[in-house]
């Protein structure tokens, strides 16, 4: 039962905020919580922002939790914001801006990103792009907008704060991590896009950021989605979709998307790489034997994504065969796995990985990559489709089926799921043809051929 807070004060937020956390699929606190985030003031303006962020990372852990105009909400919400931040910033954010001509084609690109945490993929996804048109001639900057720390309990998802260092090498990449004052953040993002003047600005900032909204009087801003297929609150010129008949049939539940400025575009999410060929990962450094069948699982929220069923399922499959499941990913505050998965652990049935730099050398020594019922995973289901491994992953809407194809899913649940991977390891002669199959598909979503892809969208007027 919801104690529906009413108050809009940094209490009554965060008491909104800690029973939403509590069940995230309550769709009632979620709609009390989003909507007291409306309120801006001097006061809560830097904390509401953040919190609003959070929501758009941890909506992806609470299945169907969305009501009729969620997005409407969140949209009005960052709208308020916006207009709260630029009335009452020492900078005089342009209005209409026009950019200089561009009859010479500067060949510059602008990317947003919200973090640069090594876990946060989409600013992997932003250095991949960058690499790809700085190699095509372009000159590129990334803007790393980042997020004020708030010493709150619950803490913020780890992503919001983390920083990722090892991308400093590239001149490129603008960090605005040590501005304290969203004032100043803001500013200064707005103010360095505008003087760089780019031909346009690719928002990979996944529903967490004001800046397209800010800009989007002066500069064509194209809203690359990180979630294929959702409902989305910001604002944009065009909006890339990879999904187009799953995006439209979620628009009929939310209308909160212009379908006049949605474009098809078919995304290439990564370079592929070749360095497990230099590091040579073995089977040996994990302690799984040769002849084992290795099942891989990668993600970042998989401590909710992975469910009893899945583990139920799999340990079953691991007890009857000699397979192994290696997981990579935050899965060690499942409860499932902690309860159940001790003996798994301990015989070296069952790895537990937080973190791993270079998922290419994982997969190396892996036979099949198994998603679970999620809608996310993209990158790293299509980084094990080119190193040829079966991807094991259900037909639901989402963004590995877009990689996979509906039809190489399978129609069913997790029991299903692991049915098919008892399947490949009866017959490795499939298996190793299903894998030839992934590498072909991923050929189609090499990044080079995605880049120029955008820059042919962006030539388009906008609606």
Not at 21 to 43: D, G, I
Not at 398 to 419: K, T, W, Y
Not at 422 to 445: D, H, I, P
Request: aromatic content about 10%.
């Amino acid at each position: 039962m919801s104690k529906l807070f009413k108050r809009s004060d940094t209490r009554g937020i965060l008491e909104a905020r800690k029973e939403w956390l509590e069940n995230k699929k309550n769709t009632t606190a979620l709609r009390n919580y989003v909507s007291l985030l409306s309120e801006v003031t001097l006061s809560n303006v830097e904390l509401n922002y953040a919190l609003l962020s959070e929501v758009s990372i941890r909506e992806l852990e609470a299945d169907n939790c969305f009501f009729d105009d969620y997005f409407k909400i969140k949209r009005d919400v960052y709208t308020s914001i916006c207009k709260f931040i630029c009335n009452n910033s020492a900078y005089e954010f342009h209005n209409g801006y026009k950019s200089n001509d561009k009859s010479n084609y500067n060949k510059k690109i602008a990317i947003l990103v919200k973090w640069a945490g090594k876990q946060y993929s989409p600013f992997a996804v932003a250095m991949d792009y960058y690499k790809c048109y700085v190699e095509m001639g372009y000159e590129v900057k990334v803007y790393v907008e980042g997020s004020t720390k708030m010493d709150i309990e619950p803490k913020l998802p780890s992503i919001m704060t983390e920083v990722n260092d090892g991308d400093n090498r590239f001149s490129g990449v603008l960090r605005y991590d040590s501005y304290s004052s969203i004032y100043k953040r803001i500013e200064s993002i707005v103010e360095d896009i505008i003087e760089f003047d780019p031909l346009f600005l690719i928002d990979m900032s996944d529903e967490a950021s004001v800046i397209s909204l800010v800009l989007n009087n002066s500069i064509k801003t194209l809203n690359f989605p990180m979630r294929s297929g959702m409902g989305s609150c910001m604002d944009y010129s065009l909006y890339l979709c990879a999904d187009i008949k799953r995006t439209v049939s979620v628009n009929k539940i939310y209308d909160c998307i212009n379908e006049k400025k949605i474009v098809g575009f078919m995304p290439g999410v990564t370079n592929f790489s070749d360095i497990h060929k230099k590091l040579g990962y073995t089977r040996e450094k994990y302690g799984i034997s040769r002849n084992s069948f290795v099942v891989i699982t990668v993600g970042t929220r998989l401590s909710n994504e992975i469910s009893e069923k899945l583990v139920s399922s799999m340990f079953g499959l691991m007890y009857k065969h000699d397979i192994v499941w290696m997981i990579v990913g935050n899965s060690k505050d499942n409860k499932t796995i902690n309860n159940t998965g001790k003996d798994m652990i301990e015989n070296k049935k069952l790895i537990l990985i937080d973190y791993e730099d270079s998922l290419e050398c994982l997969y190396s020594i892996c036979d099949v990559f198994l998603n679970p019922v999620r809608t996310g995973g993209g990158i790293s289901i299509l980084k094990a489709m080119h190193e040829e491994l079966p991807i094991v992953i259900s037909d639901i809407p989402s963004d590995g089926r877009v990689f996979v194809g509906e039809d190489n899913c399978i129609n069913g649940d997790e029991a299903s799921l692991v049915n098919y991977i008892e399947t490949l390891f009866l017959n490795r002669e499939y298996c190793k043809s299903v894998g030839a199959l992934m590498k072909k598909r991923s050929e189609f979503f090499a990044i080079e051929k995605a880049a120029k892809r955008i820059i042919e969208i962006a030539e388009r007027p906008v609606v």
